[in-house]
């Protein structure tokens, strides 16, 4: 099942999407998406949008109300306290309204039933009979989420600021490029969670653990003495250990949803493996492997079985379950669970159809073994007439009627031991498809013609079609030739033809933060520091060379050379590969922009630098632009645009110094652009305006598929890029 998670106060209940669980098992469904989960004796308590619900834990409805305005939170337990988005909050036992007398609120926490916390806009109050003292948790914008319990009182906003109050005293942690929408405290721990689905652990103000999830979404997070989880927007949960500053022992992809008692899940959580099929799951501990069958989406145990050895792996076909341990295969029957036969090799990895694939390449079928190379083979997939290996860099396909491999027996002995001398290697009639950089695939059970190659040669590459390839959000785009090339926050680059159909995907290492043509070649960079040189032939991406620097890149620019912005705040120049020269600035810079022999910069504290190209390290005008961080500058004549963070544009005259400001959206600007005396504007939120150079407004678009990161434009049309791609005629 995918959608949000939310826990509650028990470890056993918890959401998924519109479903409730209760001791691990599926309890009761609702109409809405659940946002908040809270059990106080007999009654679990639910709400999403303006709707709550109370139920007993045998499934029984005891409440439903909806309200006119929607739920921010619920304490039930020890407070029967509501609190709505229009400030007013309601008690479950009078059924009767308060009003606070605050509007326009953003987050709400009820702390106890004398005392309210409210996220306003630029300030956080309290509300009720036991106020605190004023404390300094003041933002700038909207204030996204508050808590306070005996750990201390945490806070975020719309400027990217995490202020906290805890034991210690009063400390705050500035981010730069995301909005922090959760946030909590625990002992000496303090979590955050970032909109891009990042997710960030500090123990005694010291940053320990850091998690991205690349805009698959953190919906929740369950922070205990010694783990914390992690409720994913697409139903799963993830676990770990923690253990002072460390974090141990993580458990991905632990799904409660297949867990029967609380038992079990302890289990889970420490040295057992699970492993999921269709309508299947084995959960493995040392030598003893429990199978369970899926009934109305709950695993019931069926058989338990117990081997001669430590299992490594499940593997299951429509017949048999095979467990394989270090130097042996194993075959049960699906129906009695009865052991048909044994098969004695060294090192399995991998059963598919009666293929048996080993640590060192060995690959047995029907009692005859072939050496098919020396690395690991992670995967196997088998048609009537071929069979596609997986290995870390390579996929070897195999013709099965093939009479000139070598046939070896190996029921009983140990296949490794065989001479090599006596295997024909050089003569199989393999394919090869390189893997490097293309999407890492934990599997490749799919159909054979997914496999598109253009010749039968060792150098060919595997091209993943349509139906192989998924992104959730395009950060960059750029136009090169007749394709768009684009870079997701799932470390893809995507190519894209004219009719905006996906063509071919390759992986990088980070977050894709910029992509530029120079021509004949495409230059990508990433937020792990890595700078890619691209070219486009065939219909395919081919990276032919890359260095990394010791930093996060935030933008690039081409001019001859390559000009390269870091988080040291850096501005560094690269000749090809070799770096040239290396600036330091006191003022971290986000963007930059070149023209003639001039280099622009915008800076996170609202600043642009103006920098001669002949002497970097000599800042000829510092111009206070914005209040907040600028994400993009354009220049058209004698006059400079920024935009950013503060909804404003900024013109500023070169010639006359002369700075004019105006507001021009409701939310973020991440681009402009310049095309014929015409300023194009993006906002975050999806709203395109079109500007004449003194800032008049002359057209507005509002856009209709979500969040927006870049814009293109091709003759009349304009391509806006973000969790989709929408194309509207200018």
């Given at each position: 099942?995918k959608?949000?998670?939310s826990f509650?106060?028990?470890?056993g209940c918890?959401s998924?999407?519109?479903?409730?669980?209760?001791d691990?098992?599926p309890?009761i469904h609702t109409?809405?998406?659940?946002?908040?989960?809270?059990?106080c004796?007999?009654l679990v308590y639910?709400f999403?949008?303006?709707n709550l619900?109370?139920f007993?834990?045998?499934?029984?409805?005891?409440?439903?109300?909806?309200?006119?305005?929607?739920?921010?939170d619920?304490k039930?337990?020890d407070?029967?306290?509501?609190s709505?988005?229009d400030g007013?909050?309601?008690?479950i036992?009078?059924?009767?309204f308060?009003?606070t007398?605050?509007?326009?609120?953003?987050?709400?926490?009820i702390i106890?039933?004398d005392l309210?916390?409210?996220?306003?806009y630029?300030?956080v109050k309290?509300?009720?009979?036991?106020?605190?003292?004023?404390?300094?948790?003041e933002?700038?914008?909207?204030?996204?989420?508050?808590?306070?319990?005996?750990?201390?009182?945490v806070?975020?906003g719309?400027?990217?600021k995490i202020?906290?109050?805890?034991?210690?005293?009063?400390?705050?942690?500035?981010?730069f490029?995301?909005?922090?929408?959760k946030?909590?405290?625990?002992?000496?721990?303090?979590?955050?969670?970032?909109?891009?689905g990042?997710?960030k652990?500090y123990?005694?103000?010291?940053e320990?653990?850091?998690l991205e999830?690349?805009?698959?979404?953190?919906?929740?997070v369950?922070?205990?003495?010694?783990?914390?989880?992690l409720g994913?927007?697409?139903?799963?949960?993830?676990e770990y250990?923690?253990l002072?500053?460390s974090v141990?022992?993580?458990t991905k992809n632990?799904?409660?949803?297949?867990l029967?008692t609380?038992?079990e899940?302890?289990?889970?959580?420490s040295d057992?493996?699970?492993f999921?099929?269709?309508?299947?799951k084995v959960v493995?501990?040392?030598?003893?492997?429990c199978i369970?069958?899926e009934?109305h989406?709950?695993?019931?145990?069926?058989?338990t079985f117990v081997?001669?050895?430590?299992?490594?792996?499940?593997c299951?076909?429509?017949?048999n379950?095979?467990?394989?341990?270090?130097?042996?295969?194993?075959c049960?029957?699906?129906k009695?669970?009865?052991?048909?036969r044994?098969?004695?090799v060294?090192?399995?990895?991998?059963?598919c159809g009666?293929?048996?694939?080993t640590?060192n390449g060995?690959?047995?079928?029907?009692?005859?073994?072939?050496?098919?190379?020396?690395?690991e083979?992670?995967d196997?997939y088998?048609?009537?007439?071929?069979?596609?290996?997986?290995?870390?860099?390579?996929i070897y396909v195999?013709?099965?009627?093939d009479?000139?491999?070598c046939t070896?027996?190996v029921?009983?002995?140990?296949?490794?031991?065989?001479?090599e001398?006596?295997?024909l290697v050089q003569?199989?009639?393999?394919i090869v498809?390189?893997?490097?950089?293309?999407?890492?695939?934990?599997s490749i059970?799919?159909?054979k013609?997914?496999?598109?190659?253009?010749?039968?040669q060792?150098t060919?590459i595997?091209v993943?079609t349509?139906s192989?390839?998924?992104?959730?959000e395009?950060?960059?785009?750029?136009?090169?030739r007749?394709w768009?090339?684009?870079?997701s926050s799932?470390?893809k680059?995507?190519?894209?033809d004219?009719k905006?159909?996906?063509k071919?995907?390759?992986?990088v290492?980070g977050?894709v933060?910029?992509?530029?043509?120079?021509?004949?070649k495409l230059?990508?960079?990433?937020?792990?520091g890595?700078?890619?040189?691209?070219?486009?032939?065939?219909?395919?991406?081919?990276i032919?060379?890359?260095f990394k620097?010791?930093?996060k890149?935030?933008d690039i620019?081409?001019?001859s050379?390559?000009f390269v912005?870091?988080?040291g705040?850096?501005?560094?120049?690269?000749?090809?590969?070799?770096e040239?020269s290396?600036?330091q600035?006191?003022?971290l810079s986000?963007?930059?922009v070149?023209?003639k022999?001039?280099?622009?910069?915008?800076t996170?504290?609202g600043k642009?630098?103006?920098?001669?190209?002949?002497s970097?390290?000599q800042?000829k005008?510092?111009l206070?632009?914005?209040?907040?961080?600028?994400?993009?500058?354009?220049k058209s004549?004698n006059?400079?645009y920024?935009?950013?963070?503060?909804?404003?544009?900024?013109?500023?005259?070169?010639k006359?110094?002369?700075?004019?400001?105006k507001?021009i959206m409701s939310?973020?600007?991440v681009?402009l652009?310049?095309?014929?005396?015409t300023?194009?504007?993006?906002s975050?939120?999806?709203?395109?305006?079109?500007?004449?150079?003194?800032?008049?407004?002359i057209?507005?678009?509002?856009?209709?598929?979500?969040?927006?990161?870049c814009?293109?434009?091709?003759?009349?049309?304009?391509f806006?890029?973000?969790?989709?791609?929408?194309?509207?005629?200018?």
């Amino acid at each position: 099942m995918k959608g949000r998670v939310s826990f509650s106060n028990c470890l056993g209940c918890y959401s998924i999407n519109n479903t409730i669980y209760y001791d691990f098992k599926p309890l009761i469904h609702t109409d809405f998406v659940i946002f908040g989960v809270e059990v106080c004796g007999d009654l679990v308590y639910t709400f999403g949008s303006n709707n709550l619900w109370s139920f007993t834990i045998l499934g029984k409805i005891v409440l439903k109300k909806t309200f006119e305005y929607w739920i921010v939170d619920m304490k039930i337990k020890d407070s029967n306290m509501v609190s709505l988005m229009d400030g007013s909050i309601y008690n479950i036992l009078d059924h009767t309204f308060v009003y606070t007398g605050f509007c326009n609120i953003v987050s709400s926490k009820i702390i106890s039933k004398d005392l309210l916390m409210f996220g306003l806009y630029n300030e956080v109050k309290w509300f009720g009979t036991k106020k605190p003292l004023e404390m300094s948790l003041e933002h700038e914008g909207r204030v996204f989420y508050v808590d306070q319990s005996k750990w201390g009182t945490v806070t975020s906003g719309e400027d990217r600021k995490i202020n906290i109050i805890d034991r210690r005293g009063i400390w705050s942690i500035q981010e730069f490029r995301n909005y922090v929408v959760k946030c909590g405290l625990f002992l000496d721990y303090l979590y955050t969670v970032s909109r891009d689905g990042t997710f960030k652990l500090y123990y005694c103000r010291k940053e320990i653990f850091v998690l991205e999830t690349c805009f698959l979404g953190i919906s929740d997070v369950l922070l205990q003495k010694n783990i914390f989880l992690l409720g994913l927007s697409n139903g799963e949960i993830l676990e770990y250990k923690i253990l002072g500053d460390s974090v141990l022992n993580d458990t991905k992809n632990v799904y409660p949803l297949f867990l029967n008692t609380p038992l079990e899940f302890k289990s889970t959580i420490s040295d057992s493996k699970s492993f999921i099929f269709e309508g299947h799951k084995v959960v493995v501990k040392n030598n003893t492997a429990c199978i369970y069958f899926e009934n109305h989406h709950v695993y019931n145990q069926v058989y338990t079985f117990v081997a001669h050895d430590a299992i490594l792996n499940v593997c299951i076909t429509k017949k048999n379950i095979y467990l394989l341990l270090n130097k042996s295969v194993m075959c049960l029957d699906k129906k009695n669970f009865e052991v048909k036969r044994e098969i004695f090799v060294n090192k399995p990895t991998v059963v598919c159809g009666g293929i048996i694939c080993t640590k060192n390449g060995w690959l047995i079928n029907k009692n005859r073994g072939f050496k098919l190379c020396n690395d690991e083979i992670i995967d196997v997939y088998r048609t009537k007439r071929w069979i596609y290996c997986l290995t870390e860099s390579k996929i070897y396909v195999l013709r099965l009627s093939d009479k000139d491999l070598c046939t070896l027996r190996v029921c009983g002995r140990i296949v490794d031991k065989f001479e090599e001398k006596t295997i024909l290697v050089q003569e199989l009639p393999e394919i090869v498809y390189y893997r490097e950089h293309r999407i890492n695939k934990k599997s490749i059970k799919f159909h054979k013609n997914k496999f598109i190659y253009d010749s039968k040669q060792n150098t060919s590459i595997v091209v993943n079609t349509n139906s192989d390839v998924y992104y959730r959000e395009i950060t960059t785009a750029v136009k090169f030739r007749n394709w768009f090339v684009c870079g997701s926050s799932e470390r893809k680059i995507i190519l894209f033809d004219e009719k905006l159909s996906i063509k071919d995907v390759i992986k990088v290492d980070g977050q894709v933060s910029k992509i530029i043509s120079t021509g004949n070649k495409l230059i990508c960079s990433t937020k792990r520091g890595y700078i890619y040189f691209l070219s486009v032939l065939n219909k395919k991406i081919f990276i032919s060379d890359t260095f990394k620097i010791p930093f996060k890149i935030f933008d690039i620019c081409y001019n001859s050379k390559l000009f390269v912005l870091d988080s040291g705040g850096n501005l560094r120049v690269f000749d090809g590969c070799k770096e040239e020269s290396c600036v330091q600035f006191q003022n971290l810079s986000l963007t930059l922009v070149i023209s003639k022999r001039k280099c622009f910069l915008g800076t996170s504290d609202g600043k642009i630098l103006e920098i001669n190209l002949q002497s970097l390290n000599q800042i000829k005008n510092c111009l206070n632009a914005s209040s907040l961080s600028i994400f993009s500058i354009v220049k058209s004549g004698n006059n400079l645009y920024s935009a950013g963070d503060d909804h404003n544009i900024a013109k500023y005259n070169l010639k006359a110094q002369k700075i004019e400001t105006k507001t021009i959206m409701s939310g973020p600007i991440v681009q402009l652009i310049m095309l014929q005396g015409t300023i194009i504007a993006l906002s975050k939120s999806g709203t395109v305006k079109f500007m004449n150079e003194d800032l008049e407004i002359i057209k507005e678009e509002h856009l209709v598929c979500g969040t927006m990161n870049c814009m293109l434009i091709e003759k009349e049309y304009m391509f806006c890029f973000g969790t989709s791609v929408q194309k509207i005629k200018i």
